[in-house]
């Protein structure tokens, strides 16, 4: 799951990292541009030493670029952190966004409440905190079945003193 506890869940201090999930990993990314590359030549192979060759290579240079910018974009979009602290008297939520914009927010562990939206939030199964007059979202880019249970472990982690 593209969360984790950092911390092991019986302490006194405890924190959990959340993420987006990256599908493609750096070496797949690696063998898919290489591959690419290679494919959208072998068609090039007949044009060597023509004329035609200089009217169809700006293009394949054009689609390769293209592919891996926006594979760069997809992945610099995905750089998402969201860091839940629960200290004994405090819980903390920051969110660092791709650009290293921070969003925090904080409140008091005990009147915390941990909530889930089924049906009116912007995807099924929004889980929200709420505390110190503020809602704010947690796990947003999970998908349903890891935001049920993110909320599961949130519910229990509050739980604890």
């Known amino acids: ?11 006194s201090i405890q924190e959990m990292h959340l993420w987006p999930h990256q599908s493609l990993p750096v070496e797949g990314y690696v063998r898919f541009l290489g591959t690419l590359a290679a494919l959208i030549t072998i068609p090039m192979i007949p044009l060597l030493g ?11 240079a054009g689609t ?5 910018w926006a594979l760069d974009r997809s992945r610099r979009d995905r750089q998402i952190l969201e860091v839940l602290r629960l200290e004994p008297e405090e819980a903390h939520l ?10 925090s927010w904080s409140c008091n562990r005990y009147w915390t409440q941990v909530e889930m939206h089924t049906d009116d939030g912007p995807v099924p199964n929004y889980v929200t905190l709420r505390g110190s007059g ?13 935001r049920k249970a993110l909320y599961d472990e949130l519910l229990a982690a509050f739980r604890k003193p």
């Open 94 to 103: 920051e969110r660092i966004d791709p650009k290293g914009t921070r969003q």
């Open 64 to 68: 390769l670029f293209a592919v891996k």
């Open 1 to 11: 799951m593209p969360y984790q506890w950092t911390t092991p869940q019986t302490d």
């Open 50 to 60: 023509s004329a035609a060759l200089w009217g169809v290579l700006p293009f394949v």
């Open 134 to 146: 503020r809602e704010v979202e947690i796990g947003a880019f999970l998908s349903e079945d890891e």
